[in-house]
C-alpha cells in the first residue's frame, strides 16, 4: 500500500489550501485516514483524522482544537481519496503534512500507513 500526498504550497493568511492523499495497492478496507503536520522544531501533531465505523452511522472525524471550525476532512473510499480543505489559513498552520492511513489488506489485521510529506507554507 502506498499512500501519495498533494497540494501544499505556498499561500497568504487568510487563503486556502486543500490537500489530497491517495491510497493504492491491496486494498480490503480503509479503517482510517487521517493528516498529520510537523513544524520546525515541533513534534508531529494529529491534525485531522476521519474513521470507518462498523456502521456509517459510527463514522467519526476527530479534529485538533488549533484548526476546528477552520479545516474540513473528507474521504471518497471509492477513489481511495482523503482530502483536507484548509480554510482562514494562518503562519501557524505553516508545516510539513502528512497523509496517515489505517488500512486492512485481509480480515484479520490492519496496518498503519504514512505517506510523503507535503509542505504547508502560510506567509503573513
Known amino acids: 500500500v502506498q499512500l501519495q500526498a498533494s497540494g501544499g504550497g505556498l499561500v497568504q493568511a487568510g487563503g486556502s489550501l486543500r490537500l489530497s492523499c491517495k491510497a493504492s495497492?491491496?486494498?480490503?478496507?480503509?479503517?482510517?485516514m487521517g493528516w498529520y503536520r510537523q513544524a520546525p522544531g515541533k513534534q508531529r501533531e494529529l491534525v485531522a483524522v476521519?474513521?470507518?465505523?462498523?456502521?456509517?452511522?459510527?463514522?467519526?472525524?476527530e479534529y485538533a482544537d488549533s484548526v476546528k471550525g477552520r479545516f474540513t476532512i473528507s474521504r471518497d473510499d471509492a477513489k481511495k481519496m482523503a482530502y483536507l480543505q484548509m480554510n482562514s489559513l494562518k503562519p501557524e498552520d505553516t508545516a510539513v503534512y502528512y497523509c496517515?492511513?489505517?488500512?486492512?489488506?485481509?480480515?484479520?489485521?490492519?496496518?498503519?500507513?504514512w505517506g510523503q510529506g507535503t509542505l504547508v507554507t502560510v506567509s503573513s
Open positions: 496517515n492511513a489505517q488500512i486492512s489488506d485481509t480480515p484479520w489485521d490492519e496496518k498503519d500507513y
Open positions: 476521519s474513521t470507518t465505523g462498523t456502521m456509517i452511522s459510527d463514522d467519526s472525524t
Open positions: 495497492g491491496s486494498i480490503l478496507r480503509i479503517n482510517a
